[in-house]
């Protein structure tokens, strides 16, 4: 290849990587239904079109010898070594919200991800994927309901 020509793509490749990399923080909001029990083990996830586990976004429990309760986070995430690294604080109790924020690519927004939760309480039914809510556009702000322990989940896009 000619130098010029080199030169020309190092350019456009250097301008284009920054658009490509761009990240939004996403506010997310859990409410949690009042199901009369101990808090929740809730583990927050990214998943891709195909239902692959692509990154934890927030884990609420401290304890990991009940994140095997967290059913489907724990089976699709078991791969990942840095699952935790800096995304885990105390499990929610009945009727309270969690609020986290996390930092995602614009390019995995309309382009069929996924964000799950999973939910478990002491002494009561394990709710794998209790709800889940595809990350469009469309779907920021618009809570959707979750089926046993999560009353809803809204993300917002900042």
Known sequence: MSRPLLTMLAAASALGLPALAHS????????LKNY???GAY???YLTDAKGAYVRTLWVAGGKAKYFKHLSDW???SAGD???LDGVTGASVGAGRTLKVTADLADALIDAGYEIRIDAAAEDMRDSPSDVRIPLTKANAGKPQAGKQYVQSLT???K
């Open 24 to 31: 939004r923080p996403v506010a997310l909001t859990a409410q």
């Open 36 to 38: 009369g029990g101990d």
């Open 42 to 44: 809730l583990a927050v």
């Open 74 to 76: 724990s089976r699709l």
């Open 81 to 83: 070594a840095k699952r």
């Open 155 to 157: 993300f917002d896009l």
